[in-house]
């Protein structure tokens, strides 16, 4: 059994395409949960096709509890040895039946997907571990570095998660994927990308509750937290300085609208 894990806050007609692939694409045995944070928009009801099938279930959490929290109270009713945390803007292929073979026959490692965006372009590559160490390893020996993944398809065992305590709950959104990664390599849990693709449409829904900098100042603040639970401040500063510099030359355009959010979230509460 695979338990496809789903958070939704008003995403709209995003959560029903999401769930239309998903039967349209397995024949393996799956049920999914859809853990809704108290969505204000149609999206529930646009789904209203899917509750009478047994395989979908709808978890109503009575609150915007974030992603961590959604996706633990999901996983702690779910039924499947493997565990499939999907972002709600996303639409599989039947290529996921293959990599769900392979969860099943190697369930010690954690399984990630590449994603392709509305326009065609690719991302979900790996990144370092954003800390003074990964990032030497990630210029000069990357093989030694850390990395993670964004959480928009997380594929892990039972066992594993368990190990792992499940979804961190110190984030609301944003920088849990993060923690989640960093704590994989401290508890020795192995990381394995896929091959096969998943279409992810974005306009999820932090774009619904916020703008481009309101967003950012979230994600900023994520991270800092970050790096207080692991690091030091002094080390935060020093990776901050490194990413701005690289900004600087790779997006130098970025650079003013990221200065801002870093202000901006150091004193926004």
């Known amino acids: 059994m695979i338990s496809i894990i789903i958070v939704n806050y008003n995403t709209g007609k995003l959560l029903f395409n999401a769930l239309d692939s998903i039967r349209r694409s397995l024949a393996c045995e799956y049920e999914v949960i859809v853990a809704d944070n108290a969505s204000q928009d149609e999206s529930v009801s646009l789904c209203s096709s899917f509750w009478s099938d047994r395989r979908f279930i709808l978890l109503r959490t009575g609150a915007n509890l974030g992603f961590s929290r959604a996706n633990n109270m999901a996983a702690g009713i779910s039924s499947g040895e493997i565990l499939h945390f999907l972002n709600p803007d996303t639409e599989i292929t039947s290529a996921m039946e293959s990599d769900y073979e392979k969860a099943v026959a190697e369930p010690s490692y954690v399984y990630v997907n590449p994603l392709i965006n509305a326009d065609g372009s690719h991302e979900n590559d790996m990144m370092p571990i954003p800390s003074l160490r990964d990032i ?10 850390r990395f993670w993944y964004k959480g928009a398809s997380v594929i892990i065992s039972r066992g594993n998660f368990e190990k792992l305590g499940g979804w961190c709950e110190d984030y609301f959104l944003y920088a849990e994927d993060l923690d989640f990664f960093y704590r994989l390599w401290l508890a020795s849990i192995p990381i394995r990308s896929l091959s096969s693709e998943i279409y992810h449409l974005g306009g999820g829904s932090s774009s619904n509750r916020w703008n481009a900098l309101e967003r950012e100042i979230v994600v900023q603040k994520s991270n800092r937290l970050f790096f207080r639970k692991y690091f030091s401040s002094f080390e935060y500063f020093l990776v901050k300085l490194y990413f701005l510099l690289h900004n600087l030359i790779k997006r130098p355009s970025s650079v003013p609208f990221y200065i801002k959010a870093w202000i901006r979230s150091s004193y926004r509460r």
């Open 136 to 145: 030497f390893f990630w210029n000069f020996r990357r093989k030694k570095a």
